[in-house]
């Protein structure tokens, strides 16, 4: 088996993931878009279209679901992963080298998400400063990433 066809595989599941994760917690509405979500996800090798909306499938799910903030961490790092390989370059000889490159932006989803789940852990109630520590995760992670996407546009 090739490495482009395990990669392929391997977004396909990912992206199946991150739809259907948020499904255990979400109301019956959202079933038939978490089916519209696959959908995307399968005809994501033709469509380019197809990752942007299977993650707001996902993403309208969460927002409806009773999920706790653990889950919804981890359906955060599923949507990074799952669009980062997405973003993989079709004919790459070598999509293992390629990946590698995109550790930078994984890495700094893990930040965001450890700080905010850190955040949580200390003090239960909401409050503005949660939303301050997320906010400022969600900056870091952009500004650590933003070298590796500025790398990636075209000249």
């Given at each position: 088996m090739t490495a482009m066809r395990l990669v392929n595989?391997?977004?396909v599941a990912l992206g199946l993931l991150t739809v259907a994760w948020p499904v255990a917690w979400a109301p019956s509405w959202t079933y038939p878009l978490a089916g519209l979500g696959g959908?995307?996800?399968?005809?994501?090798?033709?469509?380019?279209r197809g990752p942007a909306l299977a993650?707001?499938?996902?993403i309208i799910s969460c927002a409806a679901s009773a999920a706790g903030i653990a889950v919804l961490a981890a359906e955060g790092l599923f949507i990074l992963g799952y669009l980062l390989v997405a973003g993989l370059p079709a004919g790459l000889p070598r999509p293992g080298r390629w990946?590698?490159?995109?550790?930078?932006?994984?890495?700094?989803?893990?930040?965001a998400a450890g700080a905010v789940l850190a955040a949580?852990?200390?003090?239960?109630?909401?409050?503005a400063w949660l939303t301050v520590a997320g906010l400022a995760a969600a900056v870091a992670a952009y500004l650590i990433a933003r070298p590796v996407l500025r790398?990636?546009?075209p000249p």
């Amino acid at each position: 088996m090739t490495a482009m066809r395990l990669v392929n595989i391997a977004t396909v599941a990912l992206g199946l993931l991150t739809v259907a994760w948020p499904v255990a917690w979400a109301p019956s509405w959202t079933y038939p878009l978490a089916g519209l979500g696959g959908l995307a996800v399968l005809a994501a090798a033709r469509w380019r279209r197809g990752p942007a909306l299977a993650v707001t499938a996902a993403i309208i799910s969460c927002a409806a679901s009773a999920a706790g903030i653990a889950v919804l961490a981890a359906e955060g790092l599923f949507i990074l992963g799952y669009l980062l390989v997405a973003g993989l370059p079709a004919g790459l000889p070598r999509p293992g080298r390629w990946l590698r490159g995109q550790l930078p932006l994984l890495v700094a989803g893990l930040i965001a998400a450890g700080a905010v789940l850190a955040a949580f852990a200390v003090q239960q109630a909401s409050t503005a400063w949660l939303t301050v520590a997320g906010l400022a995760a969600a900056v870091a992670a952009y500004l650590i990433a933003r070298p590796v996407l500025r790398r990636r546009e075209p000249p």
